[in-house]
């Protein structure tokens, strides 16, 4: 297994200190997140990630991206893109970007399942954005992935099964994300690995535990929530899923996206990579 970083865990670096920071610590890879963000007076994950490539422009930034990456001696385990099935002009610029970089694969976005309409419906829709997806891939020369993601259509391994079942696993594959199914989707990780077959094409590591504060709604019950947590700290055994991984013949990317916030960044992604090059130790 090769060990990356997706940047949306790491907001408070610009893209070229992330790239040499990663580098020095030994990590082989990073995973550029690419989206066109809110503005924020202060780095979050998910706005004024200064680690963030503009969708806007992207064209032109292919070079600055690629000349970070290389300068730092990382390879790419993919782009972490965030246009959805359905957004095609975006999805096509996110193929060709990755088949400019060499970047092999791009996450594109499934629907989520809290915007009212019927399920069914908009798995119907997305089959057939997904059939578009695998042939402008294939063309492209690249792989989109769908990623295993609470709140939208895939959350599980056997959701993602029904909606790309049949197209081609060169070009369409899953990522298995041990953190999200913490919070949705958990399935025994071997018969997921197995469901998937060619399909699992990437894995994402983060964890996440549920927590309350002892609230009650109005019938009684205790209400539940869940949050990120150091890989160590989570309800999920990342020793255990990856040994899973390794007895069933994966050897691709592990891609880190470490949404905790109990360390400083750059001792959170040292640690982190120590703790994984601990269990896969451990395992051999």
Do not use: C
């Amino acid at each position: 297994m090769r060990f990356s970083v997706f940047t949306a865990s790491t907001p408070d670096w610009e893209p070229a200190e992330a790239a040499r920071t990663l580098a020095s610590q030994g990590w082989e890879g990073v995973e550029w997140r690419v989206v066109d963000q809110p503005a924020s007076d202060f780095p979050g994950f998910w706005a004024g990630n200064r680690s963030t490539w503009p969708l806007t422009g992207l064209e032109e930034s292919l070079p600055a991206i690629a000349a970070v990456t290389n300068d730092a001696g990382l390879a790419m385990s993919g782009i972490g893109g965030y246009a959805r099935a359905d957004q095609h002009e975006d999805v096509e610029r996110m193929l060709a970007a990755t088949a400019a970089l060499g970047a092999g694969q791009v996450r594109v976005t499934m629907p989520r399942t809290d915007t009212g309409a019927a399920y069914p419906a908009v798995q119907r829709r997305t089959r057939e954005d997904l059939e578009w997806v695998a042939s402008r891939a294939a063309e492209h020369g690249v792989k989109a992935l769908v990623e295993l993601h609470h709140e939208t259509i895939t959350p599980s391994a056997s959701a993602a099964m029904r909606l790309i079942d049949g197209l081609d696993p060169a070009h369409v594959g899953v990522i298995h994300d041990l953190g999200n199914l913490v919070i949705e989707g958990r399935e025994n990780h071997v018969a997921a690995f197995q469901l998937l077959g060619e399909y699992l094409a990437h894995v994402h590591v983060k964890n996440a535990r549920w927590v309350t504060d002892g609230s009650r709604r109005d019938d009684g019950s205790l209400i539940w929530t869940h949050e990120w947590a150091p890989l160590r700290d989570g309800q999920a055994h990342v020793g255990g899923y990856l040994r899973d991984l390794a007895d069933h013949g994966y050897d691709g990317w592990v891609t880190v996206e470490d949404f905790s916030t109990d360390l400083p960044l750059a001792e959170r992604t040292a640690d982190d990579l120590a703790f994984l090059r601990s269990l896969v130790s451990a395992h051999v």
